[in-house]
């Protein structure tokens, strides 16, 4: 009997001396469209959202580059195979990829970004951007010596054009206040139709583009096209002249060698709402549905000036908070076909 209770004794010992197996981190793992995780807009910024959650979560963030659309679905299905606890894909051409998969992997966890596409087990993030635009527009009209400013997408898609019609009406408005008459270039808001480059990842056609639409006089351009933007900074660099309004993120900061050349920037806080996602997964209240950035929840907004301020007319600037709360009233409309349902 001595000996079976010292056996035991020993066998309690040993197992309290075992080490304890750390449970596995959350994985979450985000893939990227052609812009790749580096483009100074979208895929970045959600990224830092999932970089974020590393430090404040203790999660693994994983990326997977897509280099064409061809990517899309097997990037996403190595995610699966991965058994990755959330799979982030950013940017509206990810859309059908991101739905194949939802269906075939209901027990799987997924957030779209700039897509919604209205699945139980998916999270939209969608974002409000022609509210911020709007503002953008509104400001370019007022600094433009020339009289004409410019704007164009990578692609003719609502993600892309939300931003352009926002722009277009935010100089309307501008025209229909100061009685003047500032001509934009790349979207008609009457036709809804614009100029696209079809890439968002080829900078020479964002030169190009730049290039002739300075030529007809725009002195101010936002391109709505991720990394093809560079292009339009380096036309403006050859030409000595000319201010780029970034999107998706902070140019003044995404572009440190060219701060004398952002005006501003239309923002859209994906860092915050993926790290919104995240938590949801890692505390375990994760459901499907729809988060919407706007003005109003501070989801999408007008950087700063910066550097730059001073070129902004004063008034102006005083009338922008005012502005946000008649856009966030619906005193100043919209077009209700941009409109993100939640």
């Known amino acids: 009997m001595k000996k079976i209770s010292l056996i035991l004794a020993l066998l309690v010992v040993l197992v309290l001396c075992m080490p304890v197996m750390a449970a596995d981190p ?11 995780v580096d483009d100074k807009s979208f895929n970045e910024t959600a990224w830092n ?22 990517d899309y679905a097997p990037n996403i299905e190595q995610f699966i ?23 075939a992997y209901p027990d799987f966890k997924f957030s779209t970004i700039d897509a919604s596409i209205s699945k139980p087990n998916t999270v939209d993030q969608v974002f409000q951007t022609d509210e911020a635009a709007f503002l953008a527009g509104y400001v370019a009209a007022s600094v433009t010596k020339t009289g004409v400013i410019g704007t164009y997408g990578g692609m003719c898609i609502p993600t892309v054009t939300i931003f352009m019609d926002g722009y277009a009406r935010g100089a309307a408005y501008y025209n229909e206040t100061h009685d003047t008459n500032v001509k934009v270039l790349g979207w008609d808001v009457e036709k809804q139709e614009g100029t696209c480059v079809d890439s968002f990842d080829d900078l020479e056609k964002g030169k190009q583009v730049t290039i002739t639409m300075m030529d007809q006089g725009a002195d101010i351009i936002m391109p709505v096209a991720g990394p093809v933007g560079g292009g339009t900074i380096a036309a403006m660099e050859d030409r000595g002249s000319g201010y ?4 998706d993120s902070d140019w003044y900061y995404a572009y440190p060698e060219n701060t004398d050349m952002i005006l501003t920037s239309v923002v859209k806080k994906m860092d915050s709402t993926t790290l919104e996602v995240i938590k949801s997964v890692v505390d375990g209240t994760f459901k499907g549905g729809l988060i919407v950035g706007t003005l109003a929840t501070k989801g999408v907004d007008l950087a700063p000036f910066h550097d730059l301020e001073s070129v902004v007319p004063a008034d102006v600037i005083a009338d922008l908070d005012p502005i946000r709360e008649k856009i966030i009233s619906g005193e100043i409309a919209l077009n209700p076909a941009f409109k993100q349902v939640k």
């Open 26 to 36: 959350i994985k979450i793992c985000q893939v990227t469209d052609t812009g790749g």
């Open 49 to 70: 959202g999932v970089l974020q959650a590393e430090k404040e979560f203790g999660v693994e963030g994983v990326v997977l580059e897509s280099t064409s659309d061809a």
């Open 81 to 103: 195979d991965d058994e990755c606890d959330l799979i982030i894909t950013v940017g509206y051409m990810l859309s059908d990829a991101t739905i194949a998969a939802s269906d």
């Open 244 to 247: 780029v309004i970034g999107v």
